[in-house]
């Protein structure tokens, strides 16, 4: 496995540490159809959170939140929307951004809960009014 996707599995596995002891409960890690993904579905206080884990060395190119671009906000909506719909999911939903910079062995972690709001994005971006 490369570099970069052993550093990116490894902040995921930090990621849902941190989430679990802040009282978060896992539903799915690594969550696939077809080409969207999902890196944590969890659900706290009655929400289903959609968490999209970015993992870097360092902050020399920027910080790792500052990488969720518009092409995977759309991806996550998708993915969201499948799962919501596969699963007959009845619930408030809510997306989050949980960055890691990995320093030796520790973990500094900055979790953003509900990162961007999935109705004001969707207005902005006409094409994707699927969701």
């Known amino acids: 496995m ?7 599995k490894q902040g995921e596995e930090a990621a849902a540490r941190y989430l ?3 009282d978060y409960l896992i539903k799915e890690r ?3 159809l077809g080409h969207r993904d999902i890196d944590i579905i969890a659900e706290k206080h009655g929400i289903l959170v959609f968490v999209e884990v970015k993992t870097r060395s360092s902050e020399y190119f920027g ?3 500052d990488s969720v671009d518009d092409d995977k906000k759309r991806n996550l909506l998708e993915a969201a929307n499948c799962y919501v ?3 007959s999911i009845d619930m ?6 949980v960055s890691v ?4 062995n520790f973990y500094r972690i900055r979790h953003f809960p509900n990162a961007f709001d999935a109705t ?11 969701f």
């Open 120 to 130: 004001d994005w969707k207005a902005k971006h006409d094409k994707y009014r699927r």
């Open 85 to 87: 719909r596969l699963n």
């Open 30 to 32: 690594d969550w696939h």
């Open 101 to 104: 910079i990995k320093e030796g």
């Open 92 to 97: 408030a939903v809510r997306f989050d951004i």
């Open 63 to 65: 910080t790792p939140e």
């Open 2 to 8: 490369a570099e970069h996707n052993v550093l990116g």
């Open 20 to 22: 679990v002891m802040h």
